[in-house]
């Protein structure tokens, strides 16, 4: 009985993976391809794909469509194109900090937050420290919420929509139609500016990265104490910021339609 137990779980396991492995050729699909792709009764795929989605290995958007989810992070093997991305910014991000003398950061969207997936740490004394793996609401912070700025319209007014927004830091954005006119105004600018939104007395520019189809793939951003963020600091952040998403955007792909910066 142990042993027609073991094997009906490592047959689980097999089809679980071969799952998985779909998503190396589709970057989202439906229970029903799923079933289809891999030959699998519709009802197998149902349970599978509950406890996979439970235990991190997949993510739903508001489509019902399936991606993979960021549990891969966390054991180092990200999915293939967030880790593209991490090894083509990560040059970039160090000669951003090296000229700006600020910390940088790359993020990109996990659901309805964003989650920070590579660091590079600026050498003065005074700084502000932000841990990989933290995660923020897309509301709140200027990378965050560049990641929001850019989303197709459908899906960002779905997110305003059902959103409830909370205070974090003395700046966070909680009004929705003020939420509503600073992401237009980043759409417009192609760049987002922070203050005290996550962190009192913490600011940061940031700018979108794009992938080969144009979609916003990550959000790149230097951030420091608001000492350091003054107006008159600004304009060059900002191009220095958006010069060097850009950069990246190029790398993975981009060819300047369907967004500008």
């Given amino acids: 009985m142990q042993s027609q137990n073991k094997q009906h779980k490592n047959k689980t396991v097999i089809k679980s993976m071969e799952l998985l492995n779909l998503f190396l050729a589709n970057d989202r699909l439906t229970l029903h391809e799923m079933a289809e792709l891999s030959n699998l009764p519709k009802t197998s795929v149902h349970r599978m794909v509950g406890s996979l989605e439970e235990m991190g290995f997949l993510t739903r958007d508001q489509a019902g469509k399936y991606t993979l989810g960021l549990k891969f992070l ?21 000669r951003l900090r090296d000229e700006v003398a ?130 008159e600091h600004l304009p060059a952040l900002t191009k220095k910021v958006m010069g060097a998403a850009h950069e990246i955007s190029r790398k993975l792909g981009w060819t300047g339609t369907g967004q500008t910066f």
Avoid: W
């Fill in 102 to 231: 600020e910390a940088v950061n790359l993020i990109v969207r996990d659901g309805n937050e964003a989650i920070y997936i590579e660091k590079v740490d600026t050498h003065q004394p005074v700084r502000v420290y932000t841990a990989i793996g933290r995660r923020a609401p897309l509301y709140a912070g200027a990378c965050p919420r560049i990641l929001l700025a850019f989303l197709p319209d459908a899906e960002r007014e779905r997110y305003l929509n059902q959103i409830e927004l909370k205070p974090i830091g003395a700046g966070t954005i909680t009004d929705r139609e003020s939420l509503r006119s600073v992401l237009e105004e980043s759409r417009k600018t192609g760049f987002s500016v922070s203050h005290s939104e996550l962190e009192n007395d913490s600011s940061a520019v940031a700018a979108p990265i794009f992938d080969h189809r144009g979609r916003v793939a990550a959000g790149l951003s230097i951030a420091g104490p608001t000492t350091r963020f003054q107006p």
């Fill in 74 to 94: 966390q054991f180092g093997q990200l999915v293939a194109e967030r880790l593209d991305i991490r090894h083509v910014a990560l040059p970039v991000m160090r």
